[in-house]
């Protein structure tokens, strides 16, 4: 049976006019279509060290990742190298060199353990974000390459594979942060593209088909498991959260329960609804707010954001979107507008968590003005420093450069 193609068309407002910085907000006029968030156009101005500007990052930077503290930003390269910049202008401030060969870089931006460190290939570098120079580097095994980070209270997670993975022979290593002394390590059953997740005292990892495995921290010792029942394709994870969806490669008609697990125990929890189409990828707010894009299995490049408050078990809000990178940043969820609109398209947006695209007020929807970074050519992809910064930084990844925004 052929699924359903979404439709596209306007999804958002036609702006009138452009606000200045502190100025009035520009009126909002009426879309077409019903689902698509009533949105203010709002220059804010910022107080504070962040700043907004634009800087260019080399191939090897925009080929790889960015990740920003409430201090500075700073990106891991696919050559294994770490480069910090300014919150001020974006300007280099530090550099630590690599000279390995990768197609992606893993980035861990850790401010508590003031450390930045990439997986690139099957090394793992470690820089001091105070000072910029290099803290430690380790080196796997040839034929063996990292494939996700995670930190907490001291310690870096590194999750390692044959590479190519084939499925079997995922190590989880644990290493000091301040400079990189073996804790522990165990063999995990892990599935490609699954995230590693540590909070709480636990370190938990998925295999991509039913099971869940929690783990603790300071030994690595198994803690729980997931009951063998609960398929588990796909683990969402953000704030205290853990969420098990369909897989976003699968291209079938009928997709698993979204089932949220306990991470005591992990069980499952009661759960707002299941997903009607292909659960893609989703972030999942401090509060309990998972955003999710749901989208046809055959086709992706249109559907819908839904909106479930986990702790409340319901649904909060749905709007049509085409798929874009997404974050959650000052209690609302920040996106960028449907690449099919032309009257709104390249710009980001942001909706209230709570309210949802028809919020009112403060809670009203929000969208910068269109700039080069934020087209859909350029690939882009947020960067949501850490703390109060009231910015938000975009990486455009075609012709590679860092814009740093007000967040709208």
């Not at 105070?130 to 034929?143: D, E, I, K, S, V």
């Not at 125990?265 to 759960?271: D, I």
């Amino acid at each position: 049976m052929k699924r359903r193609i979404v439709a596209v068309g306007a999804a958002l407002l036609v702006l009138v006019g452009c606000a200045s910085a502190g100025g009035p907000k520009s009126p909002a006029v009426s879309s077409s279509r019903a689902s698509g968030p009533t949105v203010e156009t709002t220059s804010m101005s910022v107080s504070g060290p962040w700043r907004a500007w634009t800087a260019s990052v080399t191939r090897p930077e925009a080929h790889g990742s960015c990740g920003a503290t409430a201090h500075q930003v700073v990106c891991a390269t696919t050559t294994g190298a770490l480069v910090g910049r300014s919150r001020a202008d974006g300007r280099v401030t530090w550099t630590v060199p690599g000279h390995d060969h990768g197609k992606s870089a893993e980035l861990l931006v850790d401010a508590a353990d003031e450390r930045a460190v990439t997986g690139v290939a099957g090394r793992l570098r470690a820089a001091n974000l105070r000072t910029g120079t290099q803290a430690w580097t380790r080196r796997l095994p040839t034929g063996r390459a990292y494939f996700a980070l995670a930190a907490t209270d001291g310690v870096v997670y590194a999750l390692h594979a044959p590479d190519p993975f084939i499925g079997t022979g995922a190590v989880l290593d644990a290493v000091r942060a301040s400079d990189g002394t073996p804790l522990w390590h165990r063999n995990v059953t892990w599935s490609t593209g699954e995230p590693l997740a540590v909070f709480r005292g636990r370190v938990y990892t998925a295999d991509g088909v039913t099971r869940v495995t929690a783990r603790d921290a300071r030994t690595g010792a198994t803690v729980a498991r997931s009951p063998a029942g609960v398929e588990c394709p796909h683990l969402v994870t953000g704030g205290h959260y853990l969420v098990c969806t369909g897989s976003p490669f699968s291209a079938e008609d009928v997709f698993p329960p979204m089932r949220r697990l306990d991470p005591a125990t992990l069980k499952p929890l009661p759960t707002p609804r299941n997903t009607i189409n292909k659960p893609v990828h989703g972030v999942i707010s401090d509060d309990g707010v998972l955003v999710l894009y749901e989208a046809g299995a055959e086709d992706t490049s249109a559907g819908d954001w839904f909106a479930y408050d986990l702790e409340r078990d319901r649904t909060l809000w749905s709007t049509y979107a085409t798929e874009a990178d997404s974050a959650v940043a000052g209690g609302r969820f920040v996106t960028f507008t449907p690449v099919n609109d032309r009257a709104t398209r390249g710009r980001v947006l942001t909706i209230d968590l709570h309210a949802g695209p028809h919020g009112a007020g403060s809670a009203a929807p929000r969208m910068s003005p269109p700039y080069a970074q934020t087209r859909d050519g350029e690939h882009p992809v947020l960067v949501v420093p850490t703390g109060d910064t009231g910015h938000v930084v975009v990486m455009a990844r075609t012709h590679g450069s860092l814009r740093s925004l007000p967040l709208p």
